[in-house]
């Protein structure tokens, strides 16, 4: 589990509550007015502007891997694939097949060296895979974005629908603060919906595709030089381009250790 955005976002619950709770009352906050504003007009303005389609795919797919961590490391992804090498130079592809390995997609990589697919097809299977992972995940990412993009604007609609009310009620004052509420309350859920979960989701979904598919390129020319039969050593070395400068030394050095 992720644990930064599960922190961020309890942390950020637990800052609005106890500032609600220091002024009054919590019920004071709930209005089913405001909520119909932002959460009905967001969802009507993403309808408008995703498939349906990619909405039901990539709201669910985004919500999981905002919360969860990848298995293994860069590091870790190298070491493992330096592993994999040396069984393929002792004992051939063959010996891949009863090999495990925490990561599906190295996983997938793997199975089609020891089946002995030739390299321009598993090439060609493992980018598609890729490329399919990262567009839904990057579909994932726009539609977080967009909600966090418009339910601010949908806050101040709700804040004008209410000011429009009031006014419409000035000779009646008994509806003038419940109209002036959900004016006010329109804008304040809009704007926690906003910056509080929904451009904080986009942005961690955005980072995490980055990452992704740096992770699954190394994989990708990982097993494409096990096809090929490179030695462990080599292996390692070309997969090192993928680790941060910094930390290339050190991994170079445990290794000769």
């Given at each position: 589990m992720d644990i930064s955005t599960a922190l961020g976002l309890l942390a950020g619950m637990i800052v609005l509550v106890t500032?609600?709770?220091?002024?009054?009352?919590?019920?004071?906050?709930?209005?089913?007015?405001?909520?119909?504003?932002?959460?009905?007009?967001?969802?009507?303005?993403?309808?408008?502007?995703?498939?349906?389609?990619?909405?039901?795919?990539?709201?669910?797919?985004?919500?999981?891997?905002?919360f969860t961590l990848r298995r293994m490391t860069q590091r870790e992804l190298i070491d493992e694939i330096s592993n994999l090498a040396e069984i393929a130079r002792k004992q051939g592809p063959i010996g891949l097949e009863k090999v495990d390995t925490a990561d599906s997609f190295l996983a997938k990589g793997i199975r089609l060296v020891a089946d002995g697919y030739d390299v321009d097809?598993?090439?060609?299977?493992?980018?598609?895979d890729r490329d399919n992972f990262l567009?839904?995940?990057?579909?994932?990412?726009?539609?977080?974005?967009?909600?966090?993009?418009?339910?601010?604007?949908?806050?101040?609609?709700?804040t004008l629908i209410g000011m429009v009310q009031m006014f419409a009620?000035?000779?009646?004052?008994?509806?003038?603060?419940?109209?002036?509420a959900v004016a006010?309350?329109?804008?304040?859920?809009g704007a926690a919906v906003?910056?509080?979960?929904?451009?904080?989701?986009?942005?961690?979904?955005?980072?995490?595709?980055?990452?992704?598919?740096?992770?699954?390129?190394l994989i990708i020319d990982g097993v494409l030089m096990i096809r090929d039969s490179k030695s462990p050593s080599v292996v390692r070395e070309m997969?090192?381009?993928?680790?941060?400068?910094?930390n290339r030394e050190e991994m170079a050095e445990a290794a000769a250790a």
């Amino acid at each position: 589990m992720d644990i930064s955005t599960a922190l961020g976002l309890l942390a950020g619950m637990i800052v609005l509550v106890t500032l609600i709770m220091m002024g009054g009352d919590i019920g004071m906050f709930l209005d089913s007015h405001a909520f119909i504003v932002i959460f009905g007009g967001a969802f009507a303005a993403t309808l408008i502007r995703f498939p349906l389609s990619s909405i039901f795919h990539g709201l669910p797919l985004g919500l999981k891997f905002a919360f969860t961590l990848r298995r293994m490391t860069q590091r870790e992804l190298i070491d493992e694939i330096s592993n994999l090498a040396e069984i393929a130079r002792k004992q051939g592809p063959i010996g891949l097949e009863k090999v495990d390995t925490a990561d599906s997609f190295l996983a997938k990589g793997i199975r089609l060296v020891a089946d002995g697919y030739d390299v321009d097809f598993i090439r060609d299977n493992l980018e598609r895979d890729r490329d399919n992972f990262l567009t839904h995940l990057d579909e994932g990412q726009k539609i977080y974005r967009a909600i966090g993009d418009c339910a601010p604007a949908f806050g101040m609609v709700g804040t004008l629908i209410g000011m429009v009310q009031m006014f419409a009620n000035m000779t009646d004052p008994s509806k003038l603060g419940p109209y002036m509420a959900v004016a006010l309350l329109a804008t304040f859920y809009g704007a926690a919906v906003a910056n509080l979960f929904c451009l904080p989701i986009a942005d961690k979904l955005h980072g995490k595709l980055v990452d992704e598919e740096i992770n699954r390129t190394l994989i990708i020319d990982g097993v494409l030089m096990i096809r090929d039969s490179k030695s462990p050593s080599v292996v390692r070395e070309m997969l090192l381009a993928y680790v941060p400068e910094k930390n290339r030394e050190e991994m170079a050095e445990a290794a000769a250790a």
